[in-house]
Every structure is written in structure tokens, then in C-alpha cells.
């Protein structure tokens, strides 16, 4: 998975995380730190800034990137077109596709989509009609650019032709994210020539896309910042903007790119910094990751940089400070789809470490501050499942996937009913599972690299072939602790345990304490003739998270058994 990343907070002034108090140990609160991702807005060249440092604020220290490979900034359209009338047309015998057209341009076509679909049909399992039906449904709206609502654009006054964003970046969090594009798209109609408008755009369909699990959204991504760039080459909204969505296609070294460029032009644009963060953490290089939360720390304090300040101390096993820079951060959320952002991420923190208690507070935390925040619902789902609520966990999961089928929670649904075991739930399951077909299917043709989506999936519950090469392709590509443990699993399921126990251990070297990755190491030291160090790593898993996965857990614990046995 991607970091626990939402680029669209507003920008306040706040305290930096290092300031900030020590967590209180007495059992009490302290003040400003209650219990309770993120949302960044481009931020203009300070006034007077002379000079630009280098991305990594050192002005020497940092290598410059190799040339992108991505398109250049003013690729496929030169501003005469963009000041057409006729790139706004949804005629559909127009041969432009423009990013105003409801279908995105690039998305696949009708036979592309309908093969997609047809792998679910085709896929050997029994399907129930009426899920069937709601969830195709909701796989073809994300194929035709159908869209649903989480954040939103509150401004749209009108601005002269080039200048910078009539609705900022920053009004994306919260609302009605639907009604934001189309004032937006209104606004481009009398306004062409506005630039920045064309990259928040641009940033409104990544969020679509991420949040809503539309992939189909990112093509129209793509073209709305290259109308951006191509009136205003390396504007840094821009460029900030494809470093977030080579970040949400998972093109982690061309996200790195990008955020370098657009910090040449503007050291201290938030969204830049944050997905420089975010692009380092997910090629595995912490400690640089850790140097560039601490730069954007000191050059742009809020919540943005808070969550991902957090997180890159996570990985490395500093759970207290994660959990006080979190709680800094819901200190200074003032929107509700902050408030609703960094709850969840303190909920997924707590759970966790097995606290379902203070998870379950936390999810509640951001569905009071926004019902619908589906990150929250499908955390608080696994909390009750965890938590032994397994009947609530279930509608709470039925009520996510009948929504967006995403592949995290149609895995999870599929296992709480496997758990379950009434009659018709191995079928309910595999419904669940091929439905991750479907949707890593639908990724991929809108250029999504969704090979740690199928690893993880297939490893468990698919083709363990396919497994395997997927985790060979993402490990190839980058070394993080997540693509060390999916390709760690997935050795394990075809039988190369030897192998496997490698990667298992690097997996947890950082000191991340993530249950999954120590139930995956001590299966796989079971495998590998090592009882004792099997023995320390499934219960480790089990201390710290007791409901980490409905069969996981229950796997772990019959492994247990066994060894005791064997004693």
C-alpha cells in the first residue's frame, strides 16, 4: 500500500512536530494533544526568496534525479488549443478527448472494458445475482468517469486569463467533490487560459481517483496539467500535481522527479514536499525519507507534512512518536475532512497495536466529522472484527465494496465470511476475490502499476504463479518493507520457503510493527525448520494485534498449537 498520504489539507501555521509536547504518560491528556490524510495546497514563492534551496534543503547534499522519462511540461497541447472553444466538447465525434469530458480520455475501450469484466464471470466461481449487479454497476461507473464525493472546491470567482488557481487546492477537502470539478470545469469554459485552475483540476481527479478508487479519472488527470504546463511551463502546481499522480500510479521514481522539478520553482509548496516524502518512503529509502519529513517540517508545518512526519517514524518502529505527532495534527485540523483524515490515520494506529478500544473511538471521531469518509468506515470494520464483532463487521464491510470495490476491503470481506462459515459464504468469499480481478484489471488500463495489489491478493486467495511474478516485478522496481513482505508470502505459497525467509526478514528489519509481516516471518520460519524463532514471531504477531486478519489470526494460532504439541 501507499502511505497513508491525502494531499489536500489547507495551510495553516502550526507547531513542528519536534516542538511539539512529549506525549503524557500519567494516564491524562495534555493539553492541545486530545485523541481525535492529508490535504495540501501549492503555496506561492515567498515574497523576496532570492534564492531556491535544493529539494533537500542542503543546496550540495542532494544528487540531482535523472532526466524524467514522463512527458515533458508543455507535451501533447500548445496553449492555441487549450484557448479552443471546441477542448471543451462531450460531442462524441470529436477525435480530441479533452479533461472535460465526462468520459476520460484514455480510459479503454468497450472491448477492454467488457474483457475486464468478463475475467470476473470467468473466473470459475459462483456468482449471487443481486451483488453481481451492484457491484458491475459500480466497476463500469469507474470505467465511464463516474464519480462520487469526498472533498470539494468552494470558490470559484473568476480571474484573468493566466493567473494563478481561481479555486485553490486547499478548498479540496471537504464538500462535495463532484460539485468542485464541475464549477471548476465552468470556470475553464470562460477562463481557458487559467493555469492554475487546469492544475487544480488536474489534483481534483487524482483525489478522485485515490479516494473514490476510480482509476479511470487519472488520463484526465494527465491532460489537465498538461494543459497547465503547456500555458505555463514548470509552474509548480503543476508539476506538483503529476508528482502526485505518478505517486497514486505508483511511478514512485517519476513522483520523486517531479516534486525535485517543482521545488526548483517553489521551495516551499507543500504538495511538492509531501510527495517528495511519499515518493521516497515508497522507493524504501527511509532515512532520506526521514531528512526530507524533517525539511518540510521546517519549511512548511501543518498537517500534511504532520501525517507523513508520522509515518516515516512508524515504519521505523517510533510508535510514540507517531502517535504525538498525530495527535498534534488532529490538534490542528480545523476542516472536517482533516478532522476526518487524521482520525482514521490514528485509528489505523491504534488498531494497529491491537487497541480496538481507542481505534474504534478514533473512527468514530471522523465519521462524526464526515459520515461518509470510507477510510473510517472500513477501519471501524476491521476494529469490530478484531474486536469480536464479526456481524457488524460485516455490514460494515458489505456496506464499503457495494460502494467501491476496492481490493483491501473485498479481501477483507471475503475472509470475515470464510471466518463465519454459514451456508452460501465460500461462495459470497470467492465473489469477493474475483472482484480484486476485475478492479487490478481496471487499474492497469488506466496505468496503475497494480503489482503489489495482485501479489498480496493472488498470494492468499488466487494463482500463487501470478502471485509470485507480481512481487518479482514491484521488488524489482523498489525495496520497502511492504514489497519485502509481499514477496516474501508469495515464495511462501509456491513452496520456496528458503527463499522466502529472507525477504520475511528484511521485511521486519526497520522495526515497523506491523502483525502481518510476523505471522508471514513466522510461518515461514515453521516452514523452514526453525520452531523456536516460528514460535517468538506468531506470538509477537498475536500480542500485538490479536485480530490482525480473520484467517491470519486463526492460522497463527493453530500454528502455535501445533508447536506446542510438537514440544
Known sequence: MSPRTNDNAPQRESVSPSAAPEPDHSGTTAPGTEPGGDRSGATPDPAGTATAPDADGTGTAATAPTAPTAPTAAHDVSPADVSSTDAFSTDASSTDASPMETSPPGAPPAGVRVAALRRVADAGRRWRVGQLACCAALLAVALTAGSIAVGAVRDSRPVAAAAPAAVSPALLGSGDLNAGIAALQTHLRAQPRDFGSWATLGLAYVEQARTQGDPSRYPQAEQAFSRSLALAPDN??????????????????????????????????????????????????????????????????????????????????????????????????????????????????????????????????????????????????????????????????????????????????????????????????????????????????????ADLDTALAAAEHGDAKAALRAARAEWARRHTVHTADALAWALHVNGRDAEALTYAREATATGYRNASFLYHRGMIELATGHPADARTHLTAALKLNPGFSPLGARAARDALKSLEAAR
Open 236 to 449: 509548480d502546481p503543476a508539476l506538483a500535481g503529476r508528482a502526485a499522480l505518478a505517486a497514486a500510479r505508483h511511478d514512485f521514481k517519476n513522483a520523486l522527479i517531479y516534486a525535485d522539478r517543482a521545488l526548483k520553482q517553489n521551495p516551499y509548496s507543500e504538495r511538492a514536499l509531501c510527495s517528495r516524502i511519499d515518493a521516497l518512503v515508497e522507493l524504501g529509502r527511509y532515512d532520506d525519507a526521514q531528512k526530507a519529513a524533517d525539511l518540510a517540517d521546517a519549511r512548511h508545518p501543518g498537517v500534511p507534512v504532520f501525517t507523513r512526519y508520522a509515518y516515516v517514524h512508524e515504519l521505523r518502529g517510533d510508535v510514540a512518536t507517531a502517535r504525538r505527532v498525530l495527535r498534534q495534527a488532529l490538534d490542528t485540523a480545523t476542516s472536517p475532512g482533516d478532522v476526518a483524515y487524521v482520525s482514521t490515520q490514528l485509528g489505523q494506529l491504534a488498531w494497529n497495536q491491537g487497541d480496538d478500544r481507542s481505534a474504534l473511538d478514533y473512527y468514530a471521531r471522523a465519521l462524526g466529522a464526515d459520515e461518509n469518509y470510507l477510510p473510517a468506515l472500513e477501519g471501524r470494520a476491521r476494529a469490530q472484527a478484531a474486536s469480536g464483532d464479526r456481524a457488524d463487521a460485516i455490514t460494515g464491510m458489505e456496506n464499503v465494496v457495494s460502494r467501491y470495490p476496492l481490493p483491501g476491503p473485498l479481501v477483507e470481506l471475503g475472509e470475515l465470511y470464510e471466518a463465519r462459515g454459514a451456508d452460501g459464504d465460500r461462495a459470497k468469499a470467492g465473489d469477493q476475490y474475483a472482484l480484486v480481478d476485475a478492479w487490478i484489471a481496471l487499474a492497469r488500463a488506466n496505468g496503475v502499476d
